[in-house]
């Protein structure tokens, strides 16, 4: 079976472990149940609890990638509360007082079909949700404490959403690089950051580990989000699955308003091969280092 193939199995196979965590769409609020559900269950790659279930499977470093029954029940419910995480901050991102997109994956995104009300209320209830659903694992008391808190770190205004806080604040500014940097580190690169460093801690990793594989992640988040640029201007509408051209009709700067479009792909390179080499220096594992290398190729 080759690499695509082989991502695609097991996107689909996440996705049925992570909808099992999904709230049941009746009672009073069923209405919120719904719009949440919407926006995990609507397509993505499945790209950050992939790299929790990888990494972990690296730092355990026991030949094999099978994981028991009593590892997926400890490991399982954070692969799903990253996922609801990431997708409450498209959900917000998307959002007319954010990016006002009305396409998300190829089909209206939460806001246009269930409101701005219900959109916004929907990324809130998945941001939380996600810890709830974290608190399931079965992990030892004291990883588990450690990877919700690396959860929260990552999401919030040290990580994601202070990313996300700086890039709104500078839309129809010109950032300086540092500042372009930050917020790709941060909004882009936090939530791969945790995903990294929590499949390590509930691997038994020592902290020297775990620190590497936060480097090793930040520089795939810088990888990813100049990857994002580069598509925004060269790929069409159906392979992106939203609106291209969003981030100049926002007035907003990005990797390639200062470097361009050839030193951007390399740039995209460069943050990738350093990962890799990051990686290899704690262990092997195929998988992981393919699902790296792709991120440059990727259409979408």
């Known amino acids: 079976m080759n690499f695509k193939e082989e991502l695609k199995q097991l996107s689909a196979a996440v996705s049925g ?4 965590y999904l709230p049941e769409e009746e009672g009073f609020q069923k209405r919120i149940f719904e719009s949440c559900n919407y926006s995990v ?6 790209l950050r609890p992939i790299i929790i279930l990888s990494s972990y499977i690296l730092c355990r470093n026991s030949g094999t990638d099978t994981l028991s029954a009593k590892e997926m029940s400890a490991v399982l419910p954070f692969m799903a509360a990253m996922e609801m995480i990431h997708s409450s901050s498209l959900v917000h991102d998307d959002l007319p007082c954010m990016d006002n997109d009305t396409l998300r994956r190829g089909v209206p995104s939460t806001w246009a079909k269930y409101g701005e009300d219900f959109g916004t209320l929907a990324g809130d209830g998945l941001m939380l949700y996600a810890f709830e659903t974290a608190s399931k694992s079965a992990a030892a008391p ?3 404490c450690r990877c919700i808190e690396l959860l929260a770190k990552k999401s919030g205004i ?3 959403v202070g990313g ?8 129809g500014k ?4 540092e500042e372009l940097k930050f917020i790709y580190k941060n909004k882009t690169g936090a939530l791969i950051e945790g995903s990294f460093m929590i499949g390590a801690v509930l691997a038994g990793a020592s902290d020297e580990t775990v620190k590497k594989m936060e480097e090793a992640a930040g520089c795939i988040g810088m990888a990813f989000q100049i990857q994002d640029d580069i598509l925004d201007v060269t790929a069409t509408e159906e392979e992106l699955g939203k609106p291209i051209g969003s981030d100049s009709d926002n007035g907003k ?8 479009m050839e030193q951007s792909k390399e740039d995209v390179k460069k943050y990738t091969d350093k990962a890799l080499e990051i990686i290899r220096s704690i262990g092997h594992y195929e998988f992981l280092e393919e699902l790296l290398l792709s991120l440059i190729d990727r259409k979408s």
């Open 17 to 20: 472990d992570i909808f099992m």
């Open 41 to 46: 269950v609507n397509g993505g790659k499945r």
């Open 142 to 144: 004291e990883l588990k």
């Open 158 to 160: 040290y990580g994601m």
């Open 164 to 171: 996300q806080a700086v890039d709104v604040e500078l839309t």
């Open 174 to 177: 010109r950032p300086e690089k």
């Open 253 to 260: 700067v990005t990797w390639l308003t200062y470097y361009g």
